[in-house]
């Protein structure tokens, strides 16, 4: 099976960066779309930004121009980088990857535990 574990979370002060960190491991063939979501509480969680294998980048509407998405495809890592961060962005953090596990498999996703950012007022 392929795991992902991010890293990188914790306490930022309003207006302040942050950058997440997401490694792949175990079972991988190919790795396809990577992304980042957010879940705040009681909240449906939600799509931040994406990056397919050859490098195409999308954000959504609400973080446009304070945020950067990167991968680095021999790692099998992804990165989001985060700035001018708001108290109502205070939420836990999850990594997704598309992962295709061996050769002729179709692709599923996969989660990593998330990780909790908070960010003070």
């Known amino acids: 099976q392929a795991q992902l574990a991010e890293s990188g979370g914790g306490l930022v002060q309003s207006g302040g960066s942050l950058r997440l960190s997401c490694a792949s491991s175990?079972?991988?063939?190919?790795?396809?779309?990577m992304g980042w979501y957010r879940q705040a509480p009681g909240k449906q969680r939600e799509l931040i930004a994406s990056?397919?294998?050859?490098?195409?980048?999308k954000y959504t509407d609400s973080m446009k121009g304070r945020v950067t998405i990167s991968r680095h495809n021999g790692e099998k890592t992804v990165d989001l980088q985060m700035g001018n961060l708001k108290p109502e962005e205070t939420a836990v953090y999850f990594c997704?990857?598309?992962?295709?596990?061996?050769?002729?498999?179709?692709?599923?996703?996969?989660w990593g535990q998330g990780t909790q950012i908070t960010v003070s007022s």
């Open positions: 997704n990857a598309q992962i295709v596990t061996e050769w002729g498999a179709t692709s599923n996703p996969f």
């Open positions: 175990g079972s991988i063939f190919r790795i396809n779309d």
């Open positions: 990056i397919s294998a050859g490098g195409r980048t």
